[in-house]
């Protein structure tokens, strides 16, 4: 079944580059998106990429897509400490349903 | 932003004790889901909806029942908690018609003692 892969854990200084990275195994997957998510809330949609797009930004935000290697990457410019939070990577299911397949989480720490 | 909503935030409950976990949406979003998640842990889906008097269950056995009788109005039931039933409980919603992402509610933090 489908299946969606991110490393755990990341550690980066404020003012650094981060780079999330997720793999997935749904070659149909028309949609795949970020998520973030703070101590003791739900979920923020932060971005998304349209399956036949290679890349797409928003301000601090870039996402890159890797249709061949099923491989996706979320870039965050400048990082603040208030990116500290988990991170999400989605991919959509085939089907009528709308269900996402989701990642374990990238929980990313940002120190000075 | 998306309009959804989830009540209680956090409760505390005694063993055998019946609870319904609210979750409402203002966006006339068709498809809505629950999602049990243990702190900082991934999503295991429970259940979902895709319209009014339809409910599936999810990837992951729950005890819960839900209900689908209004638009916006998707509840989550335990008829009976357990401390196995301890976690955070996330309700999300989509538009669908050819858009797939999903907006979530704030979460409930459920405790079973």
């Known amino acids: 079944g489908e299946d969606v892969e991110q490393s755990l854990f990341l550690s980066v200084r404020e003012g650094d580059s981060s780079v999330i990275n997720c793999t997935y195994t749904?070659?149909?997957?028309?949609?795949l998106y970020w998520y973030k998510q703070e101590p003791g809330a739900g979920l923020q949609l932060l971005t998304y990429i349209f399956s036949n797009m290679d890349m797409k930004q928003d301000q601090r935000l870039t996402v890159l897509l890797n249709k061949k290697d099923k491989h996706l990457s979320l870039c965050i410019a400048d990082t603040q400490t208030g990116d500290s939070a988990i991170y999400f990577c989605?991919?959509?299911?085939?089907?009528?349903?709308?269900?996402?397949?989701f990642g374990a989480g990238t929980r990313l720490a940002v120190h000075p | 932003e998306a309009d959804i909503y989830q009540t209680p935030r956090y409760l505390v409950i005694g063993t055998g004790k019946k609870i319904t976990l609210e979750c409402s949406q203002t966006?006339?979003?068709?498809?809505m889901y629950w999602y049990q998640q243990d702190p900082g842990m991934e999503l295991h889906l429970i259940h979902y909806?895709?319209?009014?008097?339809?409910?599936e269950k999810g990837d992951l056995s729950s005890e819960s029942t839900v209900s689908r009788i209004r638009t916006e109005h998707f509840p989550l039931t335990l008829e009976s908690a357990r401390p196995s039933h301890t976690s955070q409980y996330l309700c999300a919603s989509s538009p669908g018609q050819g858009s797939y992402e999903q907006y979530f509610g704030p979460g409930t933090r459920l405790t079973v003692t």
């Open positions: 989605a991919e959509n299911e085939a089907g009528g349903y709308n269900k996402l397949i």
């Open positions: 749904d070659s149909s997957s028309t949609y």
């Open positions: 966006m006339g979003h068709d498809k």
């Open positions: 909806s895709y319209g009014v008097n339809s409910t």
